[in-house]
């Protein structure tokens, strides 16, 4: 494949762009150009919450590569839906960084610290539950924007704080010591945060195979833990719903959660197993949906 330019479709956000040349680095000498594709989800007047959002970042990523217009596609793993479709692969998901969801509060605030009635924006599901499990005196409020544009409204007091990926942060240069990055242990990431998967044509196996050498074991065993607990509870990224795995020595623990959007109600969930391999890592997740799901978790995902 020397001779050809492999062409790499990705949203046009500064984040997407500084992940898809990473990748683009990862695949040494082989020759790539980027294709920025405009998407639903980057339309500023689309909520990103509720049924049918998930996929605002990937369709149209989807269609240039069925199309052909791209040969492979760059995502953040966690915005993949989770249920497989057979006209594409994730052919790689490189190693993954900082999983953790990061509070930025206006003049460097913790959560803590702010007054109460303080404006927190966020539009994810998932992180508006904790904020109101912590802080039940704030108010919730949806935000747009990439990254750059929240902290911008943060900082001019349009809201009092906000939560981003410690991963994009970094990624951007924008994590700093004022800020404030949660333990795993209380707010559980989105399935697959920190982590990127690299989709392409099924029947490409030239891509796949050259694909195959950016693919970390550890990252893609985690994340397919963790997507299989939203994929089993029939969940999405626009869930209330957060899942976690680490992988030592052999040993996959995983730990999830499904917070209530009405009220304070969480169920939790851990298990720990030796895998070897990603079905197993798969299973892993299946077996803690089924525990989430036997503790009411179903009632608390279509509440959200």
């Given amino acids: 494949m020397s001779d050809r330019v492999l062409r790499i479709g990705t949203r046009e956000s500064a984040l997407a762009l500084y992940q898809t040349r990473l990748v683009a680095g990862l695949l040494g000498a082989a020759t790539t150009e980027i294709v920025g594709i405009s998407t639903a989800g980057d339309n500023q007047g689309i909520a990103l919450t509720g049924q049918g959002t998930s996929g605002l970042f990937v369709n149209t990523l989807r269609s240039a590569l069925l199309e052909q217009r791209v040969d492979l596609i760059v995502h953040s793993l966690k915005d993949l839906p989770t ?8 052919a790689a998901v490189p190693e993954r ?9 206006k003049d460097h605030a913790s959560i ?3 007054r109460s009635g ?16 912590r802080r039940p005196d ?6 747009r924007g990439n990254v750059d544009t929240r902290l911008a409204k943060v900082a001019r007091g349009d809201y009092d704080g906000t939560l981003l990926a410690a991963a994009g942060l970094s990624r951007l240069g924008l994590l700093n010591h004022q800020m ?15 982590a990127l998967g690299v989709e392409c044509r099924a029947i490409d196996h030239q891509i796949m195979a050259l694909l195959l050498s950016l693919d970390d074991a550890a990252a893609r065993w985690t994340a397919t833990a ?44 851990s ?17 803690v949906a089924r525990a989430l799901i036997a503790e009411g978790a179903a009632a608390l995902v279509k509440s959200s």
Avoid: K, Y
């Fill in 226 to 269: 963790e997507r299989a607990v939203l994929r089993e509870l029939g969940a999405s990224c626009a869930s209330a719903a957060g899942a976690h795995a680490t992988l030592q020595h052999g040993q996959l623990s995983l730990v999830a959660d499904v917070m209530s959007t009405v009220d304070l109600q969480r169920i939790l969930v």
């Fill in 83 to 90: 249920v497989p479709d057979a006209r594409f692969a994730l």
């Fill in 112 to 114: 803590d610290e702010l």
């Fill in 271 to 287: 298990e720990s197993r030796p895998v070897s391999n990603a079905q197993e890592a798969d299973q892993l997740g299946v077996s």
């Fill in 138 to 143: 704030l108010r919730v409020a949806p935000i």
């Fill in 118 to 133: 303080a404006l927190i924006g966020t539009s994810s599901p998932r992180r508006a539950a904790w904020v109101r499990r």
């Fill in 180 to 194: 404030h990055p949660l333990p795993l242990e209380e707010l559980i990431p989105a399935p697959a945060q920190g």
């Fill in 97 to 105: 960084v900082d999983a953790r969801d990061v509070f930025v509060g």
